[in-house]
């Protein structure tokens, strides 16, 4: 039995706010990345899809380039093992 059409579109919303609030914060960008890394051939292009789903979301990239993004991953992950 096929859902209705607004049941559909409740989820679609639903998951679109889980991913907004996700990737709002720096560590949610992080675990995205992680979470989506299985599914690209490099760090690069999963890299490229998280920033520009930042972007359709929130009007702009979170990050500048994959530099940029390596360099604040490495702060992060130094500044949480203190």
Do not use: A, I
């Not at 907004?20 to 051939?41: A, C, V």
Request: with cysteine; aromatic share 18%.
């Amino acid at each position: 039995m096929k859902q209705p059409e607004w049941k559909t579109e409740l989820n679609e919303l639903q998951n679109e706010n889980r991913l907004l609030k996700q990737l709002g914060t720096r560590q949610g960008f992080f675990q995205y990345y992680f979470e989506q890394l299985p599914k690209h051939k490099t760090n690069v292009e999963c890299f490229n899809y998280v920033n520009d789903k930042h972007l359709e979301l929130f009007g702009e990239h979170r990050y500048e380039s994959h530099y940029s993004f390596k360099r604040s991953l490495t702060y992060f992950h130094k500044s949480n093992k203190k």
